[in-house]
């Protein structure tokens, strides 16, 4: 449906979720599973769990609704983003949507909740979205204000370029982020990717039914650069 310009919006913007909806082929059809088959998505579940030093990067469930209200019903952490903060309703139809597309199949878009593995405790949320046809990997990630300056940005980044390019074996890996967002492109650098493109009026922001155009920081790595583990 055609929004007005200016229109307010609080569902995710279009250029976030392009690569999400291509060749979507719909929905697996839940069917009555025998033993082997129960063992099989066990075994396929685990491996959709990323794990690192201090934490475990897994996908959302129903019971992440407390962490999906707090990320998009919190300004600051929007702040370098396109979001438009979200209400509780708003938040919830967001992680139905979240669910629906760990479904998919193929699945294009892998939304992560991110958990401290020592207590367990939500502290944000990251993604890969799968251009099929660049073969590359969007990552991506918000986290929790007290957890800012933890150094848990870069330990979920490197766990999601590795996972991109040693569990999906994709060729490419990029990120986007705000020229003006300083901790969050330093941080990428750190994590060997390199700056590609400074695009300019590239990101269009919706806040509280203002419409803003903002400048636009991409990098990325090549499968044939990556040196990690």
Same mark, same amino acid.
Request: proline share 3%.
């Given at each position: 449906?055609?929004? *007005? ?11 976030? *979720?392009?690569?999400?909806?291509? *060749? ?5 059809? !839940? ?24 934490? #475990?990067?897994? !996908? ?5 609704? &407390?962490?999906?209200? =707090? ?12 979001? &438009?903060?979200? &209400? ?11 669910? %629906?597309?760990?479904?998919? %199949? !193929? ?11 020592? *207590? ?7 993604? #890969? ?18 957890? @800012? ?11 999601? #370029? ?16 705000? !020229? &003006?967002?300083?901790?969050? @492109?330093?941080?990428?650098?750190? +994590? ?10 590239? +990101? =269009? ?9 903002? %400048? ?14």
């Amino acid at each position: 449906m055609k929004k *007005n310009k200016g229109e307010k919006t609080n569902e995710l913007p279009e250029m976030w *979720n392009t690569n999400a909806r291509r *060749n979507l082929s719909g929905m697996r059809i !839940p069917c009555e599973q025998n033993d082997e088959e129960a063992e099989t998505q066990g075994s396929e579940e685990q491996e959709k769990m990323i794990e690192t030093q201090r934490l #475990i990067i897994r !996908p959302f469930e129903v019971s992440d609704h &407390d962490l999906m209200y =707090r990320i998009y019903s919190d300004e600051e952490i929007l702040q370098y983003t396109p979001f &438009d903060i979200m &209400d509780k309703e708003q938040a919830e139809r967001h992680l139905q949507k979240v669910m %629906d597309d760990w479904k998919r %199949d !193929p699945r294009l878009s892998y939304e992560f909740a991110v958990c401290l593995r020592e *207590n367990s405790a939500k502290i944000g949320r990251a993604h #890969i979205l799968i251009d099929s046809e660049t073969d590359t990997g969007m990552i991506g990630m918000l986290l929790e204000q007290k957890y @800012w300056g933890k150094h848990y940005a870069s330990e979920i980044s490197e766990a999601l #370029i590795r996972y991109c390019f040693r569990d999906l074996h994709l060729h490419r890996v990029n990120a986007v982020c705000s !020229p &003006d967002n300083k901790a969050s @492109w330093k941080m990428l650098e750190k +994590c060997g990717l390199r700056r590609e493109a400074l695009l300019l009026q590239k +990101c =269009r922001y919706v806040k509280k039914g203002i419409v803003s155009w903002h %400048d636009e920081l991409e990098y990325a790595m090549l499968a044939s650069e990556y040196k990690g583990s």
